[in-house]
């Protein structure tokens, strides 16, 4: 029996929560665990009884609750958690995660979770287009967190418009149901690069390129997905950590490598996603270079080939390159598989605003022997068919039904037992 999903479902102060209840059923029903949570204003439209007797176990709704404490402590529930859902969620409550407050028990349980936060808004119509509200927001979906609805209809106050909480059935349904990919990289340990890197020239300058990290961190947020652990190490970007994901921030080519050798004997995965610059100063110049000195010249020297690092290892994971190409994408992808001696190479076409810094992508995927085509998408949807195929290609983790299956495959393959099947015969 696959063990129970634990949601800590949050309650806060607005008329939806008259909603919740039904909730926390529809999440038993799928097969969750849930700890009620409730703050002091929901409890003037709930009352906790109901929670505790729909949910199976006492709400919980002050920090300073000793016999509760006692019982399981804030940080451990904080611990306990799989997933945090708000439902619903208030401007107030919303304001005061954006601010980091830690005023009460649930924005205390927000602070000190590791687990995925979801919020399900519910407020007046006005209340949601206030430029406060939707720049706090922006803030909590920046830092990670996500958002199911609101949605537009008729509103308690007589209202209508964007501002309802989405139907429970459908929160249930959305919180739980398996990602896409779910398992397929169940305990295999990801390494991937991704985002520019920054060479230094001086104390003010470097040397950049226009890659925004997106793609590389919507990999290994699939591959996270898929149950892998991963760990990212990124170049300068603006993006929040995808839950769940361990990140290592770098700034040049040369730190890159090093963060990358760190971690790399642990991985039966590496994928390269990063844009590393290719040329790198030969030396960082103390001081501000006078315009002299730079019109005059630039010494730069190759930046180390960190994917070639990877695939030159004696003992080496499946390794994945990308190849941002302008033109010919296949015939220089393949070439350079090939030169780099990757085990797969996730091509694109860049230029004339595709690829770079945009929310879509379309890949061709390479591999000795194969290719697949994956059309034009949003990037998290590209990265999850990227990662399908790559399940497809890396070797089974040992011990798996496929590892089994594959190394009796190469036993009935290999000459020794062929003869010995033929003397069987005779
Ligand atoms: O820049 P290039 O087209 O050669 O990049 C191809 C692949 O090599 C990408 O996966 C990129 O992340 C990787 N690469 C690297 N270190 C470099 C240059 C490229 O890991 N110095």
């Avoid at 993006?239 to 730190?255: H, K, Q």
């Avoid at 005059?296 to 499946?318: G, N």
Wanted: glycine share 8%.
């Amino acid at each position: 029996m696959t063990p129970k999903k634990r949601v800590l479902l949050g309650v806060t102060g607005g008329i939806a929560a008259y909603k919740s209840p039904d909730l926390v059923r529809r999440l038993i029903e799928r097969g969750a665990d849930v700890q009620v949570v409730m703050t002091a204003s929901a409890q003037k439209f709930v009352s906790p009884l109901s929670f505790q007797a729909v949910s199976g176990r006492p709400v919980r709704t002050d920090l300073w609750d000793g016999a509760a404490e006692a019982a399981m402590g804030h940080i451990e529930l904080a611990r306990w958690a799989e997933v945090v859902l708000i439902a619903p969620a208030s401007a107030d409550f919303i304001a005061r995660l954006a601010g980091g407050r830690a005023d009460d028990l649930l924005s205390t349980l927000c602070l000190a979770t590791e687990a995925p936060i979801v919020l399900a808004p519910a407020m007046n119509r006005v209340m949601w287009a206030n430029k406060a509200t939707q720049a706090n927001v922006e803030t909590i979906v920046s830092r990670g967190m996500r958002l199911f609805g609101p949605e537009s209809g008729n509103q308690a106050c007589g209202d209508v418009g964007l501002g309802r909480m989405l139907e429970p059935a459908r929160l249930a349904e959305n919180l739980l149901e398996a990602p896409p990919n779910a398992g397929l990289l169940a305990g295999r340990q990801l390494l991937i690069t991704a985002g520019p890197t920054r060479e230094r020239l001086d104390p003010v300058r470097y040397l950049t390129n226009r890659s925004s990290g997106k793609m590389g961190f919507a990999v290994a947020a699939a591959a996270r997905e898929a149950g892998a652990h991963v760990t990212l190490v990124t170049g300068p970007v603006n993006l929040p950590t995808p839950p769940g994901v361990t990140r290592i921030d770098v700034e040049s080519a040369r730190e890159m490598h090093a963060a990358v050798h760190r971690h790399v004997a642990a991985a039966d995965l590496f994928i390269a996603a990063a844009a590393v610059a290719d040329f790198q100063p030969v030396q960082v110049a103390k001081q501000k270079i006078k315009k002299q000195g730079l019109a005059v010249k630039l010494d730069l020297e190759p930046a180390p080939d960190i994917v070639k690092s990877v695939a030159d290892m004696a003992k080496r994971p499946f390794v994945v390159g990308f190849a941002a190409e302008t033109n010919d994408v296949e015939e220089n992808a393949r070439s350079k598989m090939k030169r780099k001696k990757l085990d797969m190479i996730a091509a694109n076409q860049v230029g004339d605003g595709i690829a770079f810094d945009c929310e879509d992508n379309a890949l061709t995927v390479i591999w000795p022997g194969g290719k697949a085509d994956i059309a034009r998408a949003p990037k998290i949807d590209v990265a999850r068919e990227l990662i399908a195929l790559i399940a497809k290609r890396m070797p089974p983790a040992p011990g798996t039904a496929r590892h089994s299956a594959r190394k009796r495959r190469a036993a009935a393959a290999s000459p020794r037992s062929r003869s010995r099947s033929r003397r069987a015969r005779l």
